[in-house]
């Protein structure tokens, strides 16, 4: 049986209001008793992207507490496999998160492709793996050029936010992790006799704990934005 609420497993922060919307909008209003074969693949397709959006997101939700929970530990309190971890979740983190945009706009040209199918080519072909943010925004501005649902697609697009963890996502996925720093503030005058005050935990030039909580911040609103349009488009937009 079809689910008419998907968002049941996110995770806290995720939109599951509009989520719920447009998926149902795109995914179940739709559906008939004898739905035709393209109907039910296009059903299946949007279904499988949207479970993805919320299993990533929660993947990065958890993932950020996690590795939060790592970054605070004392150095002398953190097990053998300490490193291993931290950058685990790290990878985890920002895989997760990316996917997240990416499994949404996957869905959506699914979603844009029942309304008008010959500006969404990639449905009926057998190059699905060519769907991404840009055939996403480029099918959506063919289709409907003055909507806010296609601004938004390339408002996220063209986000530093997003190129930031399309770039992060390939050196984790591609290359061997870069490595932590720690940040020690000392006090004294002489080196033999001063003594820590503060300790950070750093990559990328920012501390670990500014670094998460701001993209993972940035990335749920900027979801929330994109899905609140994408469910008020599909409620809109003639069927």
């Keep these: 049986m079809l689910k008419t609420v998907i968002s049941t497993e996110a995770a806290p922060g995720f939109p599951r209001e509009a989520f719920d919307r447009a998926y149902f909008q795109t995914a179940v209003k739709v559906v008939k008793a004898d739905p035709p074969p393209l109907v039910d693949d296009i059903r299946t397709e949007i279904t499988g992207a949207a479970m993805a959006v919320v299993y990533r997101h929660r993947r990065a ?12 530990q004392q150095r002398d309190q953190r097990g053998a496999d300490w ?88 050196i984790l996925a591609h290359r061997v992790a870069p490595g932590f720093e720690h940040r020690v503030t000392l006090v004294g005058e002489e080196l033999a006799t001063a003594h820590e005050i503060n300790y950070e935990l750093a990559w990328g030039g920012k501390p670990v704990e500014v670094l998460i909580s701001e993209t993972f911040t940035e990335a749920e609103a900027m979801l929330g934005g994109l899905w609140a349009e994408a469910a008020t488009f599909f409620e809109d937009v003639p069927a």
């Excluded at 939700?61 to 605070?72: F, G, H, K, M, V």
């Excluded at 008008?116 to 449905?123: E, I």
């Design 83 to 170: 490193h291993f971890a931290a950058q685990t979740r790290l990878f985890d983190f920002f895989v997760s998160l990316h996917s997240t945009f990416e499994s949404s706009y996957y869905g959506l040209y699914f979603a844009g492709g029942q309304l008008a199918p010959d500006k969404f080519p990639l449905v009926q072909s057998e190059r699905r793996r060519d769907i991404g943010l840009k055939s996403t925004v480029l099918a959506f501005q063919q289709a409907w050029s003055g909507e806010a649902l296609t601004a938004k697609l390339g408002e996220v697009k063209e986000s530093g936010l997003y190129k930031d963890l399309a770039v992060t996502r390939n």
């Design 61 to 72: 939700w958890e993932a950020s507490e996690e590795l939060l929970d790592l970054a605070r």
